[in-house]
């Protein structure tokens, strides 16, 4: 079919689908985020062959594919490995801009993983910076019950 044959029967329509759905976590995950929003504690979880602690937790070990349930508690301090800061709005995003990004790798873990910077000033950020983790005062068992790092 010719792109002006295509484009004769190819059209949208601009709208929006909402749609509303329980994401249900699983009894792996369940234990992070229980941990999280009960106690304020960060878990990852080790390979039992290669030793490699994950945080995010996941289910098998991305090396070795070995299974994974060994759970660890991290420490809330770590280490800010790369960041970016976002200067524009969008309606998913958690905050208002500009919203700085970071990836952190918490002590005790061998792996990163992508959070909201706070208390700090965009030009003051460094990689290698020391954070720590600022907790909600009501935590719902979201990523987001840890509200963002800040630096110590």
């Not at 060994?70 to 800010?80: F, P």
Request: glycine letters at 6%; one cysteine or more.
């Amino acid at each position: 079919m010719s792109r002006k044959e295509h484009d004769k029967w190819a059209y949208s329509i601009p709208g929006k689908l909402a749609l509303n759905y329980i994401y249900y976590l699983g009894d792996f995950n369940t234990k992070f985020f229980t941990e999280l929003r009960d106690n304020k504690k960060i878990l990852g979880v080790k390979c039992p062959k290669c030793n490699r602690v994950y945080m995010p937790p996941r289910p098998v070990c991305g090396r070795c594919l070995s299974k994974l349930d060994e759970w660890v508690e991290l420490s809330d301090k770590g280490t800010l490995l790369s960041y970016t800061v976002v200067n524009y709005s969008e309606p998913y995003q958690p905050a208002a801009p500009p919203i700085i990004y970071g990836i952190i790798k918490l002590d005790g873990a061998d792996t990163g993983f992508t959070h909201l910077l706070g208390e700090v000033d965009a030009e003051k950020l460094r990689i290698g910076m020391r954070v720590q983790a600022v907790f909600k005062d009501k935590r719902e068992a979201s990523i987001q019950d840890i509200k963002y790092f800040k630096p110590i």
